[in-house]
């Protein structure tokens, strides 16, 4: 049955407000770019923008999926602004950011999904900042070999795809995706470049089982991903599903434990938490961890 009533206290955040965020939203206004913190809702935009950190949304703001967990807009995308590489890059620059996180809409009307704006993108960044580091978070290019194949040469430091929930609520969930199609898109990722750090994230709160959620993370360290994101469902609209489950923190602390327990290199778990919540953290823990189990 879905849960009825207020959130619990520790999912009530703060709104965004202070000269961090103010100038943040300016930037990206001025640079007409668009940002997941603010298409998808994200609890964490207020502090994100006010910590100068936030995730950019290329290839339109139109999706051509319609995802019922998910609050960005569905339709007939706009055509490719060709210049949007150029302007993310020079928004990283103005942002003063260590590690720029890059996502997009899906767009299953492209031939190659889009992977090739995400390549320009990162050769742009590279060209402007070459001491930030960079995380695509993708989608998954319909199982394309040749698209996966485009964002993995063109080197970021993270390569991130969602898994979003357990098999058994796919279709429910995520109408248009494949649960295998998901994880092969990683491991291919990892076989082209075994220096890659790949990484995932879940959703809990949908109806899955406690049992399903560790298969799942079984599921991803089988195909090699280093990093681990898990944070709870929440509700954009009336129109979305609805939580089934708010999990305590204390269950969130024993998920990452769990994870660790499989061999994740680094797990982010938490209510609030989201794919690039910590990001910069999250490679940089990734890397030391590498380095202790390599002394």
Not at 20 to 33: H, M, P
Not at 149 to 162: F, W
Not at 172 to 201: F, H, I, N, Q
Request: aromatic share 6%; glycine share 8%.
């Amino acid at each position: 049955m879905p849960v009825s009533g207020r959130r619990p206290p520790w999912l009530r955040v703060r709104l965004g407000a202070g000269p961090g965020y103010t100038e943040v939203k300016s930037i990206l206004r001025q640079s007409t770019l668009h940002t997941v913190c603010e298409e998808a809702r994200c609890p964490n935009i207020g502090e994100c923008f006010g910590h100068h950190t936030a995730t950019f949304l290329i290839l339109g703001r139109v999706c051509t999926r319609n995802c019922r967990f998910c609050a960005i807009g569905s339709g007939k995308p706009d055509p490719l602004d060709q210049g949007e590489p150029e302007r993310v890059a020079q928004a990283v620059q103005a942002l003063g950011l260590r590690h720029a996180v890059i996502t997009s809409v899906t767009r299953d009307d492209l031939p190659d999904g889009g992977a090739g704006v995400f390549a320009a993108t990162v050769a742009k960044i590279r060209e402007l900042v070459p001491t930030c580091s960079i995380e695509l978070l993708v989608p998954d290019f319909q199982g394309s070999s040749s698209a996966i194949e485009s964002v993995t040469r063109a080197k970021p430091d993270i390569l991130n795809h969602n898994l979003e929930t357990v098999p058994r609520l796919y279709r429910t969930v995520r109408p248009g995706a494949s649960y295998r199609r998901s994880l092969e898109l990683l491991r291919s990722a990892k076989m082209l470049d075994s220096t890659l750090l790949t990484k995932s994230g879940l959703m809990v709160g949908l109806g899955e089982t406690w049992d399903e959620i560790e298969r799942t993370m079984a599921d991803l360290h089988d195909v090699s991903c280093d990093i681990l994101t898990i944070g709870q469902y929440l509700q954009p609209s009336a129109k979305h599903l609805a939580v089934e489950r708010y999990y305590e923190p204390a269950e969130f602390g024993r998920l990452r434990e769990a994870g660790l327990r499989l061999g994740f290199r680094h797990v982010e778990a938490g209510a609030l938490v989201r794919s690039s919540y910590h990001a910069f953290e999250q490679i940089q823990q990734s890397v030391q961890r590498d380095a202790t189990d390599q002394a």
